[in-house]
């Protein structure tokens, strides 16, 4: 049965985790990583795949409900296995169908083995059983991925990086075939959380940082911080924001946006925020201090006026000169005389790889294809085959 | 501790001043970077909406050679929005009660705002 991370991007880099391999979260400590494990798990729970999780610091219960405050009704799956350590180590009688007491090696061992025979996956928070157990667990550990590797199973680690002496690190760095890095970023002004993917051996690929946000419920979600809608004058800038975005505001005066547009949307497991700026050139100074540290951006063109496309083409050189992604919605499609995509593109003599899509933003038509054409563009700069030569972009 | 711990930290100990109902401090361009904000409220949104204002008045004012303003001040009769520079990168924007004496908030800002220049630069 394929097992997959559930980690939006991530999917799309690894493909799976495959049998017999060991993925590790290394995670920083200031971040709640725990989550990728969970998340992890609970996909492939949802995908009929027996998986296990062994908790030795959290009773039980407080594991189901970590699980549920993201909206992760584990208890409900018969498929959903608790390998439990914690009611031995505080001395309380187990209900769980494995357990064991994690001071006796041997004990934990013979568990450890029958769930790896009998699950799809199975989740083993390894710093705290080094926590609790001492270095010298590493063995153990070390013998559960040896046993793996011809077993229809895999292992998922979390390991939360705390200064660890240097042989604990380098155990968990040659046993595992893939780690993902869970970690705080402050870049710029962005504080934020992030992931990617250091090592992973059954792929040849390279990946960047990708900020992250945990929601509750729903996990974790791919952070777009700022994508900017921008072009000419009565374009459907605001229109298209409100069209895609869950909830949006706009400050409109007079039928026109006098400050910005904003919109927040979660969608295919990205949280993405939406900054739509003013048409009207007296408010370029706007544009300038709103279109800062955009990662990508949405050009809406009014398909009938071509009239206006000198100006679009102004405004994207004003925020895109830095090689950002961008894709163009020519809008208002359902209006007689609008000039189909390849016309725009002949008109505004845009590159032939530029996406051009054609949308009618006040009837919501075309509107979530813009958002999955400069998705594309964004993940595809995410991660990069090392098979191929890395694009220039 | 951590940077945003420290910011943290700082919009806390604005909040324990009292009168001060929320507090954020947001990026010039618009995100936000830290917040004490019930949940209730859109915090990105209201980081966006801060910034603009700011930026906004910034401009108007340079324009008019003026230099640059201090603050903008927005009163309602359910309270009142400061905003104030944090440095070249951030902003720092608090939501006060109705009563709240205007010159001690300033004071209290004053103060939030050199720490959170000296934090973020
Ligand atoms: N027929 C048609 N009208 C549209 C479409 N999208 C927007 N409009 C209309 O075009 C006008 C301008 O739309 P807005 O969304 O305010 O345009 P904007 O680009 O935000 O304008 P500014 O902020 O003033 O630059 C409104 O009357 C919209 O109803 C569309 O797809 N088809
Ligand atoms: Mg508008």
């Given at each position: 049965m394929k097992v997959i991370s559930g980690i939006p991007v991530l999917d799309e880099m690894i493909e799976e985790i495959p049998e017999g391999k060991v993925l590790t979260y290394w995670i920083d400590p200031e971040v709640e990583g725990n989550v990728f494990a969970m998340q992890t798990l609970f996909t492939n729970l949802e995908r009929d795949c027996r998986c296990a999780y062994v908790t030795l610091t959290y009773s039980p219960e407080v594991v189901v409900s970590e699980f549920n405050e993201f909206g992760w009704d584990v208890e409900n799956y018969k498929n959903f296995n608790i390998v439990d350590l914690h009611s031995a180590y505080v001395g309380l009688p187990s209900n769980c169908k494995y357990s064991a007491d994690p001071t006796n090696v041997d004990e934990v061992n013979d568990v450890l083995m029958k769930v790896i025979e009998n699950c799809d996956l199975v989740v083993v928070p390894v710093s705290s059983i080094i926590d609790v157990c001492g270095e010298s667990s590493i063995e153990c550990i070390g013998e559960w991925c040896d046993f793996i590797r011809d077993k229809s199973s895999r292992l998922v680690f979390t390991f939360v990086s705390w200064p660890y002496p240097e042989k604990i690190e380098n155990f968990i760095k040659v046993n595992s075939n893939a780690i993902v890095r869970v970690g705080g970023v402050h870049h710029r002004v962005i504080l934020g959380y992030y992931y990617g993917v250091v090592k992973v051996d059954w792929k040849n690929i390279k990946s960047k940082a990708i900020l992250f946000k945990l929601v509750r419920p729903g996990g974790v979600r791919a952070y777009i911080p700022k994508i900017l809608v921008t072009g000419p004058y009565n374009a459907g800038k605001s229109t298209f924001v409100h069209a895609v975005s869950m909830r949006s505001i706009s400050v409109d005066r007079l039928g026109t946006t006098v400050a910005l547009d904003h919109g927040h949307l979660e969608y295919r497991g990205f949280s993405i925020d939406l900054f739509g700026t003013p048409g009207?050139?007296?408010?370029d100074p706007i544009l300038k201090i709103i279109g800062k540290e955009a990662l990508g951006v949405i050009l809406v063109v009014d398909s009938t006026k071509p009239e206006t496309f000198p100006r679009a083409k102004q405004m994207l050189e004003s925020v895109a000169h830095f090689g950002l992604p961008y894709v163009v919605a020519a809008n208002k499609q359902d209006l007689p005389g609008a000039l189909p995509p390849e016309e725009v593109r002949k008109k505004m003599y845009l590159p032939e790889d530029v996406p051009i899509i054609p949308v009618s933003a006040v009837n919501g038509e075309g509107v979530y294809e813009v958002i999955d054409s400069l998705l594309g563009l964004l993940t595809g700069r995410l991660w990069v085959s090392e098979d191929e030569p890395e694009s220039t972009a | 501790m951590s940077l945003r711990a420290q910011l943290e930290d700082i919009l806390k100990e604005l909040k324990s001043t009292g009168d001060i109902e929320a507090s954020a401090i947001v990026s010039r361009d618009g995100l936000l970077i830290a917040a004490d904000i019930s949940s209730s409220v859109n915090a990105d949104a209201f980081a966006a909406m801060s910034a603009t204002m700011l930026g906004a008045a910034e401009t108007a004012m340079s324009e008019l050679g003026k230099g640059m303003p201090d603050r903008v001040v927005a009163e309602s009769s359910s309270g009142k929005i400061v905003a104030t520079g944090a440095g070249e990168r951030a902003l720092l924007v608090v939501m006060t009660t109705p009563k709240a004496n205007l010159g001690l908030i300033l004071l209290q800002l004053g103060k939030a705002s050199k720490k959170v220049e000296m934090l973020l630069g």
């Amino acid at each position: 049965m394929k097992v997959i991370s559930g980690i939006p991007v991530l999917d799309e880099m690894i493909e799976e985790i495959p049998e017999g391999k060991v993925l590790t979260y290394w995670i920083d400590p200031e971040v709640e990583g725990n989550v990728f494990a969970m998340q992890t798990l609970f996909t492939n729970l949802e995908r009929d795949c027996r998986c296990a999780y062994v908790t030795l610091t959290y009773s039980p219960e407080v594991v189901v409900s970590e699980f549920n405050e993201f909206g992760w009704d584990v208890e409900n799956y018969k498929n959903f296995n608790i390998v439990d350590l914690h009611s031995a180590y505080v001395g309380l009688p187990s209900n769980c169908k494995y357990s064991a007491d994690p001071t006796n090696v041997d004990e934990v061992n013979d568990v450890l083995m029958k769930v790896i025979e009998n699950c799809d996956l199975v989740v083993v928070p390894v710093s705290s059983i080094i926590d609790v157990c001492g270095e010298s667990s590493i063995e153990c550990i070390g013998e559960w991925c040896d046993f793996i590797r011809d077993k229809s199973s895999r292992l998922v680690f979390t390991f939360v990086s705390w200064p660890y002496p240097e042989k604990i690190e380098n155990f968990i760095k040659v046993n595992s075939n893939a780690i993902v890095r869970v970690g705080g970023v402050h870049h710029r002004v962005i504080l934020g959380y992030y992931y990617g993917v250091v090592k992973v051996d059954w792929k040849n690929i390279k990946s960047k940082a990708i900020l992250f946000k945990l929601v509750r419920p729903g996990g974790v979600r791919a952070y777009i911080p700022k994508i900017l809608v921008t072009g000419p004058y009565n374009a459907g800038k605001s229109t298209f924001v409100h069209a895609v975005s869950m909830r949006s505001i706009s400050v409109d005066r007079l039928g026109t946006t006098v400050a910005l547009d904003h919109g927040h949307l979660e969608y295919r497991g990205f949280s993405i925020d939406l900054f739509g700026t003013p048409g009207q050139e007296r408010f370029d100074p706007i544009l300038k201090i709103i279109g800062k540290e955009a990662l990508g951006v949405i050009l809406v063109v009014d398909s009938t006026k071509p009239e206006t496309f000198p100006r679009a083409k102004q405004m994207l050189e004003s925020v895109a000169h830095f090689g950002l992604p961008y894709v163009v919605a020519a809008n208002k499609q359902d209006l007689p005389g609008a000039l189909p995509p390849e016309e725009v593109r002949k008109k505004m003599y845009l590159p032939e790889d530029v996406p051009i899509i054609p949308v009618s933003a006040v009837n919501g038509e075309g509107v979530y294809e813009v958002i999955d054409s400069l998705l594309g563009l964004l993940t595809g700069r995410l991660w990069v085959s090392e098979d191929e030569p890395e694009s220039t972009a | 501790m951590s940077l945003r711990a420290q910011l943290e930290d700082i919009l806390k100990e604005l909040k324990s001043t009292g009168d001060i109902e929320a507090s954020a401090i947001v990026s010039r361009d618009g995100l936000l970077i830290a917040a004490d904000i019930s949940s209730s409220v859109n915090a990105d949104a209201f980081a966006a909406m801060s910034a603009t204002m700011l930026g906004a008045a910034e401009t108007a004012m340079s324009e008019l050679g003026k230099g640059m303003p201090d603050r903008v001040v927005a009163e309602s009769s359910s309270g009142k929005i400061v905003a104030t520079g944090a440095g070249e990168r951030a902003l720092l924007v608090v939501m006060t009660t109705p009563k709240a004496n205007l010159g001690l908030i300033l004071l209290q800002l004053g103060k939030a705002s050199k720490k959170v220049e000296m934090l973020l630069g």
